[in-house]
């Protein structure tokens, strides 16, 4: 089992829907959680920390379940540039050891 | 202030030749991470660095040392590249480590070994 699992995509959505992705993590342990946005051959860019009371940022929504192992994110009336891959990070600093644990993306396609 | 920039965006070597990848930061982070990006695969931790003068192993650090003489500068070489190592590099800052703050990456090295 992967450490980070997301669904690849692509989610093909029209302008104005609400879409919805999830990611699970198999480490308990896993201390902190990010989604980072990723267009096409660019770098990743941070889009929101998740919290364990889920926090919102615009039409951006974040949650996490530890009791299941997954986080999601919420994305309401879907514009044409919010087509990118999603990333799901994971971490764990433990014993002086940092462990970063990116998942491999769900990409998101917004139609007109 | 230019971020986090990476040298070069792009170079092609033969099997065995090394070379160095050039990652500078100018936002005085702490925090350095090199990563490669490889299709299905998710960006991986190759090392990453606490501070001046410190580094240390990721999750894929085979084939890779890496080097943190300054501040501003992570440096990350192969030296007898690989076929396997055709990839996507980023490199990444933070003030703080992963677990507590946003992380910067550069715009990516592309490399194919022949």
């Known amino acids: ?112 | 202030n230019a971020g986090v920039t990476q040298t070069p965006k792009f170079r092609v070597l033969k099997t065995g030749q090394s070379m160095t990848l050039l990652c500078a930061q100018d936002m005085n982070h702490e925090y350095m991470y090199w990563y490669r990006q490889d299709p299905g695969m998710g960006l991986r931790l190759i090392h990453y660095s606490v501070g001046e003068g410190t580094t240390a192993k990721g999750e894929v650090p085979d084939g890779y040392n890496v080097s943190r003489l300054k501040k501003q500068n992570f440096l990350l070489g192969l030296e007898s590249a690989a076929p396997s190592q055709t990839s996507v590099y980023f490199c990444a800052s933070s003030s703080r480590g992963a677990s507590t703050d946003t992380q910067y990456f550069g715009p990516g090295t592309r490399l194919t070994v022949l």
Do not use: H
Request: charged share 20%; hydrophobic share 30%.
């Open chain 1, 1 to 112: 089992r992967k450490e980070v699992e997301q669904d690849p995509g692509p989610f093909n959505v029209p302008e104005g829907a609400t879409v919805a992705f999830n990611c699970t993590y198999s480490n308990s342990a896993s201390q902190s959680f990010f989604w980072y946005r990723q267009d096409c051959r660019k770098e990743p860019k941070l889009l929101m920390s998740v919290y364990s009371s889920g926090n919102e940022d615009g039409r951006f929504t974040a949650q996490l379940n530890r009791a299941s192992q997954y986080i999601s994110l919420l994305i309401r009336d879907s514009k044409l540039s919010d087509s990118a891959t999603y990333l799901c990070v994971v971490t764990l600093f433990s014993g002086g050891y940092q462990k970063v644990t990116f998942g491999t993306g769900t990409k998101l396609q917004v139609i007109p």
